[in-house]
């Protein structure tokens, strides 16, 4: 090995090295801050208040536990029925952007849709659990559509525009609620101050994400020319295609909020769009920061950004959200990962 390769192996691996320590200081700052917030939610009781000055760290940790139990017993169960099929509509919505990609690759007449909703829903139980979400989502669908005869390339067209399905709606339901209420921003300048901005700022910011997803539609109406980064050559989807995606992505979204919607209680809930604001922000930095289910983080935004709700009922909204998005399906998915490779292990054993 070269001297040159050998700077170049350390260089990357103190790269990954300071990127771990980084997500590990967001994550340890976030459950800190969520300690203080239960905590101090918790010392309003006189009686737990006594029991917290005189306990320890485990005490209060126990003491704390209770209260989330208490939450999550209190959520009636109209509460869980509505959230378990918003559930099941986000992981419909989720097995859709695989469909569309398959339209815009002309291989959608190939491939049943029961296999298609088995692949998506094993991609996304995996990539929201594990995290690096493209990463493990790509080797996924790489192994099960390459079974029914996609090549590399036609995968990885397919990785991207599911992701982008996902930005796109992203950034335009992010558009709206900022245009609708600016305001959502700034409890969040409390945790990071350089979001102290003016909500006339924050609703042209809106106003601008409109205008591109507005642009990404008149692109593909108007037939308009690729657009080229040196050797990648980005091809507008047909229309039809796209009036797809600004149905499945906003489902997709609309419905993961509304498991916490559902589960929130009456007293204090600041409405559908603070929630839905709330999870999009929260969300996207966890996927922005790999760590796994975005633990920590999406708690600090929605503790910031719901302050009319007590904090143990925002914790069991996000407990109650965890187990039907992200621990549940994990635990279906491995079966059905199991099943697929023992399918793929007799098939090689036949042809031979």
Aim: aromatic fraction near 10%.
């Amino acid at each position: 090995m070269t001297d040159v390769s050998s700077s170049r192996n350390r260089l990357q691996f103190a790269k990954k090295a300071l990127w771990l320590v980084c997500v590990g200081l967001v994550i340890a700052w976030s459950l800190w801050l969520l300690y203080s917030k239960l905590r101090g939610e918790v010392a309003s009781d006189p009686a737990a208040a006594e029991l917290l000055a005189a306990g320890d760290f485990w005490l209060s940790l126990r003491i704390i536990a209770e209260s989330i139990g208490r939450s999550i017993g209190n959520v009636p169960a109209s509460g869980y029925l509505l959230a378990a099929l918003s559930a099941l509509a986000a992981y419909a919505a989720l097995a859709w952007y695989d469909r569309i990609a398959l339209i815009h690759l002309n291989r959608h007449q190939d491939i049943s849709w029961l296999f298609i909703a088995s692949c998506s829903f094993v991609t996304y139980a995996l990539g929201h659990n594990i995290g690096a979400s493209v990463l493990s989502g790509g080797l996924v669908r790489l192994r099960a559509y390459g079974a029914c005869g996609l090549s590399a390339i036609q995968v990885a067209i397919l990785v991207t525009l599911c992701s982008f399905t996902f930005a796109y709606a992203t950034v335009l339901l992010m558009g709206v609620v900022f245009v609708i209420y600016p305001e959502i921003v700034q409890p969040l300048a409390d945790l990071v101050p350089y979001l102290a901005l003016p909500p006339p700022l924050i609703r042209t910011i809106g106003a601008v994400m409109l205008a591109l997803c507005a642009l990404y539609v008149l692109g593909s109406w108007r037939g308009f020319k690729p657009l080229h980064f040196r050797n990648v050559h980005i091809v507008y989807p047909r229309l039809h295609v796209v009036a797809r995606q600004l149905i499945a992505g906003p489902m997709e979204l609309i419905s993961a909020a509304g498991i916490i919607y559902f589960v929130l209680p009456e007293a204090g809930n600041p409405g559908f769009l603070t929630v839905l604001g709330a999870f999009l922000l929260s969300f996207s930095a966890g996927l922005l920061s790999q760590t796994p289910g975005g633990i920590g983080v999406m708690e600090a935004v929605f503790l910031a950004l719901l302050h009319t709700v007590a904090p143990s009922d925002v914790i069991a909204a996000l407990l109650i959200w965890r187990l039907m998005y992200l621990l549940i399906p994990l635990a279906i998915s491995l079966p059905l990962v199991v099943t697929f490779e023992r399918a793929q292990l007799r098939r090689t054993a036949g042809q031979k």
